[in-house]
Nanobody, 125 residues
């Protein structure tokens, strides 16, 4: 069993930055692919980014490409999401997720097994 806990959310003005972290316990994440998703009020949960177990391959949803960067530290059992040039439409609850198949990335929420509780990101205009 893997427990995931996100942190780093908050309120930021448009154009600002935040860095989300996802800390895992229970098992090593070293062979897991990690995903980031977000869910805005009244909307479905959507894919944001994914990173393979080695960190060598990342994939981003089009609207965040060039602004968001996923990274991971397997020794610390954490993954991060650096979010720059934030926009009001980035406002959502952000979740990290894990799947024990670390060699490729997945973009559908139902492909991930473990989920964190989420952290709120609010971008003011």
């Amino acid at each position: 069993q893997v427990q995931l806990v996100e942190s780093g959310g908050g309120l930021v003005q448009a154009g600002g930055s935040l860095r989300l972290s996802c800390a895992a316990s229970g098992r090593s994440l070293s062979r897991y692919v990690m995903g980031w998703f977000r869910q805005a009020p009244g909307k479905e949960r959507e894919f944001v980014a994914a990173i393979t177990w080695s960190g060598g391959s990342t994939y981003y949803e089009d609207s965040v490409k060039g602004r968001y960067t996923a990274s991971r530290d397997n020794a610390k059992n954490t993954v991060n999401l650096q979010m720059n040039s934030l926009k009001p439409e980035d406002t959502a609850v952000y979740y990290c997720a894990a799947r024990n198949d670390g060699n490729r990335w997945y973009t559908a929420s139902n492909e991930y097994v473990y989920w964190g509780q989420g952290t709120q990101v609010t971008v003011s205009s």
